[in-house]
């Protein structure tokens, strides 16, 4: 991590795993295509050992996040999970060694147009970050194979659509790497950057020296007075779960906060969806249980008025939900509870930065969190007759799009 400067006919769906062997320049591979969680299941010891060891971090794609997010969004997208092992010489004597996992949706339609294309799988809004898990000692090569098979895959489509994916480190350079090599186009449709948390030195000390420069002395004043008024008006807490006997109160006490806010009125709290809400609750549970949930809450007279959970991984950790007592809103108890997340993240001794996962123009933790992560909506060819003359068209529509959001210029004209 740098610090900043569809179609649904069941004809298309896998009837059965298939495995097929390619080999690249470096180690002989294998790949398996599922489909189901059952068969998920199968390699799970294997996906655990690769979400360990990937390249880039990404929780969405985690088994303990995705399987529920599988069971909860799943039903209506044709998806296809790829897996890619190696069974080189080097692995010899042992089992194969999984290197690559890229969850798959195939589409009939790309922006209203009878196109067929794939997409890493996005799953419903929850999911913010859909960059691959790959080994890094087998980059290459893992991604050569991937390549290779969607090229010869029937019903893929000659184009892949890789959304929110990392625009800069380790995955953003192998994809530029392989397709300088394939002669295949790759291309921008869209970027953006959202806010990233990076931990800046140990300690409360760097904590608030991180505050200090996100925040000017007004501002810090102000949050100041607003905490002395909570303060005021009983016992004032920043508390983290810790207690397996108190996980479930939690977990309802978050649902019931963020149903009481304006996500409720409008009916996209979690709480208004019954897979919504069983998916948030397997997914911290699964995490609480790995030792891989930071849950806080800024509680007066023991009542929550706001609450945050964030999920580990490797040395990161991404911001997943957030929700706050607009009662309080006087008060910024969102803001309070940040400045307390900012400390637990200079004080914890495994975590190097934090994924903010929300939006590009979110004003409050724009304020806050002074970097920013680099991401991309790509569009690449597979290799299939016609997939570059494809993305050369996909260009031009959204070329033609952004000029007609705005006057031609008259050295256009002219």
């Known amino acids: 991590?740098?610090?900043?400067?569809?179609?649904?006919?069941t004809e298309a769906r896998i009837s059965a795993p298939r495995r097929c062997q390619f080999t690249s320049e470096g180690q002989p591979m294998s790949l398996t295509v599922v489909q189901s969680a059952a068969e998920l299941a199968q390699h799970l010891a294997a996906w655990e050992d690769l979400a360990a060891n990937t390249c880039e971090s990404n929780v969405f794609y985690e088994p303990w996040m995705l399987l529920p997010a599988l069971e909860a969004f799943g039903a209506d997208a044709q998806l296809r999970f790829v897996l890619?092992?190696?069974?080189?010489?080097?692995?010899?004597?042992?089992?194969?060694?999984?290197?690559?996992?890229?969850?798959?949706?195939?589409?009939?339609?790309?922006?209203?147009?009878?196109?067929?294309?794939?997409?890493?799988?996005?799953?419903?809004?929850?999911?913010?970050?859909?960059?691959?898990?790959?080994?890094?000692?087998?980059?290459t090569d893992c991604l050569v194979t991937f390549?290779?098979?969607?090229?010869?895959a029937h019903d893929t489509g000659a184009m892949l659509k890789?959304?929110?994916?990392?625009?800069?480190?380790?995955?953003?350079?192998?994809?530029?790497?392989?397709?300088?090599?394939?002669?295949?186009?790759?291309?921008?449709?869209?970027?953006?950057?959202?806010?990233?948390?990076?931990?800046?030195?140990?300690?409360?000390?760097?904590?608030?020296?991180?505050?200090?420069?996100?925040?000017?002395?007004?501002?810090?004043?102000?949050?100041?007075r607003q905490e002395k008024l909570l303060r005021e008006q009983g016992r004032l807490e920043y508390l983290e779960l810790t207690d397996s006997s108190e996980a479930e109160r939690w977990f309802e006490q978050f649902l019931q906060l963020e149903a009481q806010g304006w996500k409720g009125k409008e009916g996209s709290a979690l709480a208004a969806n019954a897979a919504a809400r069983e998916f948030f609750l397997q997914t911290v549970r699964a995490a609480f249980a790995r030792d891989q949930l930071m849950m806080l809450a800024l509680c007066l007279n023991g009542q929550p008025?706001?609450?945050?959970?964030?999920?580990?991984?490797?040395?990161?950790?991404?911001?997943?939900?957030?929700?706050?007592?607009?009662?309080?809103?006087?008060?910024?108890?969102?803001?309070?509870?940040?400045?307390?997340?900012?400390?637990?993240?200079?004080?914890?001794?495994?975590?190097?930065?934090?994924?903010?996962?929300?939006?590009?123009?979110?004003?409050?933790?724009?304020?806050?969190?002074?970097?920013?992560?680099?991401l991309k909506t790509l569009l690449a060819a597979t290799g299939k007759r016609g997939g570059n003359l494809l993305?050369?068209?996909?260009?031009?529509?959204?070329?033609?799009k952004r000029i007609s959001l705005k006057a031609l210029p008259l050295s256009f004209i002219g």
């Not at 060694?97 to 890229?102: A, K, P, S």
């Not at 390549?147 to 010869?152: D, E, I, S, T």
């Not at 380790?170 to 869209?190: R, T, W």
């Open 162 to 224: 890789l959304e929110f994916v990392s625009g800069e480190g380790p995955f953003n350079q192998l994809l530029i790497d392989y397709f300088n090599e394939s002669g295949n186009l790759l291309a921008v449709e869209a970027r953006s950057n959202r806010a990233l948390l990076q931990r800046c030195g140990d300690g409360l000390a760097a904590a608030e020296s991180y505050i200090n420069t996100a925040l000017s002395g007004k501002r810090r004043k102000e949050l100041r």
């Open 1 to 9: 991590m740098q610090r900043l400067s569809g179609q649904t006919s």
């Open 147 to 152: 390549f290779n098979w969607l090229a010869q």
């Open 305 to 374: 008025i706001a609450m945050k959970c964030n999920l580990l991984t490797g040395p990161g950790a991404f911001a997943f939900k957030i929700a706050f007592d607009e009662n309080f809103a006087a008060y910024s108890p969102g803001v309070h509870l940040e400045l307390e997340n900012i400390r637990r993240t200079h004080t914890a001794t495994n975590l190097a930065w934090m994924d903010s996962c929300a939006t590009a123009k979110h004003f409050m933790i724009n304020r806050l969190w002074l970097e920013r992560r680099a």
């Open 84 to 139: 890619v092992y190696t069974t080189g010489p080097s692995n010899e004597g042992s089992k194969p060694v999984l290197c690559g996992f890229f969850p798959l949706e195939l589409h009939g339609r790309y922006k209203g147009l009878p196109i067929k294309y794939t997409s890493l799988w996005k799953y419903n809004k929850y999911c913010v970050l859909c960059t691959p898990l790959i080994r890094p000692e087998f980059a």
């Open 391 to 400: 993305i050369a068209f996909t260009q031009l529509l959204l070329w033609l």
